[in-house]
């Protein structure tokens, strides 16, 4: 294959080389991630197929750089549109099969809604695609754009519309906090998307402007990401605290990027344009340098930003120590049940806390006041005694989608026993001897879904307490084996 010549001159078409190979594989990455995810599931299998049609628009710009000879670099930019040719529907149909076990699009209707992809696929290796290249000096191949790209655009913004209409609408009408904040994620990720493919993919280009061309792969390669974990993970990080360090090493990085790049620049300018270097040893020894100092320069500058700006953030190994000082010598129940409420609350803000301590001889788990009882037989119980995690009520449609058989059962009959309880979460309490309590938990303060850190708290604190309750219930036992009454 003959090589595209302008590679080997231009520093601008190899970075945009290097950043299109990278988002490339990424892309790549993801979407093989949804596939094997996805269990037939309509909503995944059509992202899914999102996310390979982008790609198979990023290998054929890779090409269409790459390659040299007029005829070649033509074919390969009018390929350019054979992914993108296919994505606005997709990502319609994606909208529609969400939150659905089954598409509600007969075959014959998606076949009307894929008929725009057909036609821009028919068009695809004429003339009113790209309808020529021009070779520009130490560069490469620029395409002349026809008249596909107003259609284009057209068919993607109708598309587009009824797709995020879709989004807002299930938004609006959802109860659910977990699928508001998916719907965030993803609503925030394609309007971006959007933005970026339209500003340096078609209105720039058409403007004979694509310097900013590796902008959008960037921006293509981290949104598509944000919406396949969105999709894919039902329990969130503590966002705001994501976000801000998200935010600050972002531009760190950025910062990195604008410095290092007039660092090259500046050395091409200076040791090829004044003392005769040749280009290509100096973009050898730049890359060279950057490989050896980018990555410690990066994290001394993280480690400063997280001393100054972060360090308050709470210490979690901290936090489970001082819950087990403060359990670990107790011996009554309601002393022992107030202290973990008290621990609980100093990092997860719930409106309601109630513990319910085994009742061996009676079969149950009972709340102090003896206002709830629950059965060991029952499907919560026995469902937790197994797992031995905390289980979250807005989860379990998404742990139904992963069980089998009996299994999903369970996990409905545990659904409405917690509607029953009007619990969001429940927090068992279990040692090699059996499950000694289960902690019933309001919603959070803040109306928002139980986070990773949220889960990983708690269950660390069910650890910790779970042994000194054990504890507290043989020195009960004991004391009415004597005849004390408790």
């Known amino acids: 294959m003959e090589i595209n010549p302008g590679i080997y001159h231009s520093l601008e078409i190899q970075i945009i080389e290097v950043t299109s190979v990278i988002c490339f594989f990424a892309l790549l990455v993801i979407s093989i991630t949804v596939f094997i995810k996805s269990k037939k599931r309509p909503n995944l299998i059509f992202f899914g197929s999102l996310v390979l049609s982008l790609s198979v628009w990023l290998f054929a710009n890779i090409m269409s750089d790459l390659v040299g000879g007029k005829e070649a670099a033509l074919l390969w930019a009018r390929l350019t549109f054979l992914g993108p040719a296919f994505s606005p529907t997709l990502f319609l149909l994606f909208a529609y099969t969400l939150y659905k076990k089954k598409t509600p699009f007969s075959w014959w209707q998606i076949l009307l809604l894929f008929l725009p992809s057909i036609a821009i696929v028919a068009i695809v290796p004429t003339r009113y695609n790209i309808s020529d290249v021009e070779y520009i000096e130490n560069y490469g191949y620029r395409p002349s754009i026809s008249q596909l790209y107003p259609a284009y655009i057209i068919y993607l913004l109708i598309y587009a519309f009824f797709g995020l209409k879709k989004l807002f609408n299930i938004f609006k009408s959802t109860t659910s906090k977990v699928t508001k904040i998916q719907l965030r994620y993803i609503i925030f990720a394609f309007i971006c998307v959007a933005t970026f493919s339209l500003l340096f993919n078609l209105l720039l280009p058409s403007l004979g402007y694509n310097k900013l061309y ?24 503590d966002v705001r605290i994501v976000m801000k360090k998200g935010a600050a090493h972002t531009l760190v990085l950025i910062l990195l990027l604008i410095v290092y790049g007039y660092l090259v620049l500046l050395a091409n300018d200076y ?3 004044k003392y005769a270097f040749n280009r290509a040893f100096v973009n050898f020894a730049s890359v060279l340098v950057i490989a050896v100092t980018f990555i410690p320069f990066r994290k001394w500058l993280i480690r400063i930003i997280n001393r100054l700006f972060f360090s308050r953030q709470p210490n979690m190994k901290q936090m489970i120590e001082d819950v087990r000082q403060r359990v670990i010598g107790l011996v009554d129940l309601e002393e022992f049940c107030r202290e973990l409420s008290g621990e609980i609350l100093k990092v997860v803000n719930v409106n309601r806390i109630t513990c319910l301590i085994v009742n061996k001889r009676q079969g149950t788990y009972d709340s102090l006041d003896g206002n709830i009882s629950i059965r060991a037989e029952e499907a919560l119980p026995s469902f937790l005694k197994d797992s031995m995690k905390m289980l979250i009520r807005e989860e379990i449609p998404y742990l139904f989608q992963e069980a089998f058989g009996l299994e999903q ?11 029953n309880l009007k619990t969001e979460a429940v927090l068992p309490l279990a040692t090699r001897h059996g499950l000694s309590a289960l902690v019933l938990l309001g919603s959070k303060t803040s109306n928002e879904p139980y986070t990773t850190e949220d889960v990983r708290y708690l269950q660390n604190v069910a650890q910790e307490a779970a042994y000194a309750l054990e ?5 009960k036992n004991a004391l009415e084996r004597i005849g004390v009454k408790v």
Do not use: H
Not at 217 to 230: E, S
Not at 471 to 475: M, Q, R, T
């Open 214 to 237: 590796p902008l959008s792969l960037i921006g293509l390669a981290v949104f598509t990401w944000l919406i396949a974990y969105a999709i894919l993970r039902y329990r969130f990080m």
């Open 271 to 273: 040791l090829v344009q």
């Open 409 to 419: 059962r369970r996990l409905e009959q545990c659904e409405k026993e917690m509607d």
């Open 471 to 475: 504890n507290v219930i043989l020195y």
